[in-house]
């Protein structure tokens, strides 16, 4: 089946410094991607829209400076969390949806990353 | 306002003891409801689309159902590795990005 793998998995950083975060679809093309952050025992909140050879939709509230997204080919999509602070630390998800189905398999999740900023 | 509201928020089970989730949604027009498993630490797993009122999907002691207005998760007879957290998703059609709305999940426990 469908593959996302997120790297890395777990961050520690010191406050101020960026750390960046990738998600990678193993075995299909993805021109849209999905940021989501998770606090615990929340839901997923969605980030940002990333698509390939574009500029990432922000969703309201989230500051685009602050979480860069390039998405420059058809199977990575990386974020980053520029000038990091402790508030930042939380779990990050990517999705992808395969274009050639549109997504109509579902959309698959990469294994997260836990970002702790201290 | 587009909205996914889960109930219960937490669930105790037996092993062996079956029961239902339930996801109501107020979507103007679904285009799909997702179903997805997340464990701890982890990223969700995708279970189930759904797409027209009166759809069922079956894997395994999983079955998934849908109205025009809730969708339900059917565990039939669980095992303890069935313990995770459950969460739906609606797309609306509005969102040509194919953008997901989550609802706040279901953690489900097994015990022997």
């Known amino acids: 089946g469908a593959v996302v793998s997120q790297h890395p998995s777990r961050v520690i950083c010191k406050s101020g410094t960026s750390v960046k975060i990738e998600c990678r679809s193993l075995d299909f093309q993805a021109t849209t991607m999905f940021w989501y952050r998770q606090f615990p025992k929340q839901s997923l909140m969605l980030m940002a829209t990333?698509?390939?050879?574009?500029?990432?939709?922000?969703e309201q509230g989230v500051e685009k400076d602050k979480f860069l997204i390039n998405h420059a080919s058809l199977t990575l999509s990386t974020l980053t969390v520029t000038s990091a602070h402790p508030e930042d630390s939380s779990f990050y998800i990517c999705?992808?949806?395969?274009?050639?189905?549109?997504?109509?398999?579902?959309?698959?999740f990469g294994s997260g990353t836990r970002l702790t900023v201290v | 306002e587009d909205q996914v509201t889960q109930s219960p928020e937490a669930l105790r089970l037996q092993e062996g003891e079956s029961s239902s989730l339930n996801c109501s949604y107020t979507v103007s027009g679904l285009r799909g409801l997702f179903w997805y498993r997340q464990d701890p630490g982890k990223g969700p797993e995708f279970l189930f689309t759904l797409y027209s009122a009166g759809e069922e999907k079956e894997k395994e002691r999983l079955k998934a159902t849908l109205t025009k207005k809730e969708s339900f998760l059917h565990i039939t007879a669980p095992k303890p590795e069935d313990s995770a957290t459950y969460l739906c998703a609606v797309q609306a059609p509005t969102d040509s990005w194919g953008k997901l709305q989550f609802g706040a999940g279901t953690q489900v426990v097994v015990t022997p």
């Open positions: 999705s992808a949806r395969d274009s050639l189905t549109g997504g109509r398999d579902g959309y698959t």
């Open positions: 990333s698509n390939e050879g574009s500029k990432a939709t922000y």
